[in-house]
């Protein structure tokens, strides 16, 4: 975005693919493809708890919210815990925003909105609606962020979901990272961009990998609060978004790599991958270029063994033929 204060030039954000982003990119790829090929040793149930405490938790805790992270636990098994009305409610408001996690269209700016109107819920008038007056943010007593005029802000979100559904060829690390830092810029809502920020960066990227739904990132935005905030600031002032992708790529990648080192996953064979994309397909129909699309590292002869396996093993049932064949659990 080319912006000031109360002059809107063009909404196409800037940024540079530089010889970092490309490392960060290709690295990242290269532990998804590993993972892909190998067997998921650990509960789905108690990883999505885990990330789900993990994530709440430091989302508001970058926030300001002062519950701890055992009383984040109690709130999600819904135990009674002492602390502020407004902490215990941004606490529920989360939970509740995440457990709709896979339900949200990552391209939808109603769904954007429905997003913000569970997290916001209770804590502010106008949760789910775009700010109608002007917002600064401060660093003590110093102006840190201007946001862009209010009357400006419908149209930039706009422009902003269509830059994202235009633009499919950006690799969905770099995409979502932009989409994440200019949230943070045009600041659509009174309170809560923060959080709306790390949310949508979550719902794409879980849209392009399900893994990303294993994945607390947030949890590496608040060992790194400082430099996250450093950046949006050095970000503001160049008028781009390359040194935020940059970060948001390297918190990324270590998210992944300390997951692939808790889990220690083993080598997974055609039957094991068949029972993988079970859990996360259930028992609605799909195709070969469905089961490539979900393990994007095998070749299509590896695909076509693995389905063929599964159909003679009876795990799979097999309607039509060649390309026009569905399979089903």
């Keep these: 975005m080319i912006a000031s204060y109360d002059t809107i030039i063009c909404m196409n954000p800037p940024f540079k693919i530089t010889p970092n982003i490309l490392k960060s990119v290709t690295d990242i790829s290269l532990l998804l493809g590993k993972y892909e090929g190998l067997q998921f040793p650990i509960p789905t149930i108690s990883l999505r708890r885990e990330n789900k405490i993990r994530t709440i938790y430091s989302s508001l805790v970058i926030e300001g919210n002062n519950l701890s992270k055992e009383q984040v636990t109690a709130l999600l098994d819904g135990k009674p815990v002492i602390g502020k009305k407004k902490d215990i409610q941004e606490v529920q408001n989360a939970i509740k925003a995440y ?165 220690k996953p083993q080598p997974l064979n055609a039957t094991g991958r068949l029972e993988l994309f079970k859990t996360q397909r259930g028992e609605s129909s799909f195709s070969r270029k469905d089961y490539l699309s979900f393990f994007k590292t095998i070749s299509t002869a590896t695909a076509s063994r693995d389905l063929s396996n599964g159909v003679a093993k009876k795990i799979i049932t097999k309607e039509g033929n060649q390309n026009t064949s569905v399979y089903k659990f």
């Design 99 to 263: 457990d709709l996690f896979s339900t949200y269209k990552p391209h939808s700016l109603k769904s954007f909105l429905s997003a913000h109107k569970v997290m916001l819920e209770h804590l502010v008038d106008d949760a789910g609606k775009i700010r109608t007056a002007n917002v600064g943010i401060f660093n003590g007593s110093k102006v840190a962020h201007v946001a862009p005029k209010y009357t400006f802000v419908p149209k930039l979100m706009d422009d902003l979901f269509s830059f994202v559904k235009r633009n499919k060829d950006i690799n969905i690390l770099i995409l979502s990272s932009i989409f994440h830092y200019e949230v943070e810029f045009i600041h659509p809502f009174k309170d809560g961009n923060g959080r709306m920020g790390r949310l949508w960066q979550s719902v794409m990227l879980y849209n392009w990998n399900p893994l990303f739904e294993f994945l607390p990132i947030e949890s590496l935005i608040r060992q790194s609060q400082k430099e996250y905030y450093k950046v949006l600031g050095v970000c503001d002032k160049s008028g781009e978004s390359t040194l935020f992708i940059e970060f948001m790529l390297d918190i990324i990648l270590q998210t992944l790599s300390e997951f692939m080192e808790f889990i």
